[in-house]
């Protein structure tokens, strides 16, 4: 079974980075779609809106068996069939009295998860903070550890839904 090592350790750590900028450049994006929501929406539709951003693994790359007892190839499709949760999320409602300053501070959720890189025990190859998402991946998913080195993408979306609310009679609330 999967033992770790230390190219394996310094991918681990590659795939940390990569996801906490991915997730870093998220929330930017969500905070500069929401400012311009906030200075240029119609008047007609600026009460409010949804805003949505998430971090996905993709991990689609056809790969020879190995010595991990993994089956890769058949299980990823399974994987990724089963995950319908992102490796991050942020998900919020908005509306023209609640300025960016304030949403900030309550739905942009900090990238950093906090928890130390770890499979137990001494760690010969030193140790480092997960991200968010990586953490999600590690403990969350149903990825292998072995498997978390085969995923080729990741990506992110940020969306926005602009909403014009009516009454039944059609006034604007």
Not at 107 to 136: E, I, K, R, W
């Amino acid at each position: 079974m999967y033992v770790l090592n230390e190219e394996d350790f310094d991918h681990f750590k590659t795939i940390n980075t990569t996801l906490f900028d991915l997730t870093s450049k998220l929330v930017g994006k969500l905070y500069a779609i929401y400012r311009h929501w906030l200075d240029n929406e119609e008047v007609d539709w600026n009460k409010d809106c949804e805003v949505c951003g998430k971090v996905i693994a993709e991990g689609w790359k056809k790969m020879e068996n190995d010595d991990t007892g993994s089956d890769y190839n058949t299980l990823l499709p399974i994987i990724e069939d089963m995950t319908d949760s992102p490796l991050f999320k942020i998900e919020f409602s908005g509306s023209q009295d609640r300025k960016i300053d304030d949403m900030k501070g309550i739905y942009f959720h900090p990238a950093s998860g906090g928890h130390l890189f770890s499979f137990g025990g001494p760690q010969p190859f030193g140790d480092f903070v997960m991200c968010t998402a990586f953490d999600h991946l590690l403990i969350d998913s149903y990825y292998s550890r072995q498997d978390i080195l085969r995923i080729e993408l990741f990506w992110a979306d940020a969306d926005i839904t602009h909403q014009r609310i009516v009454t039944s009679e059609g006034r604007h609330i």
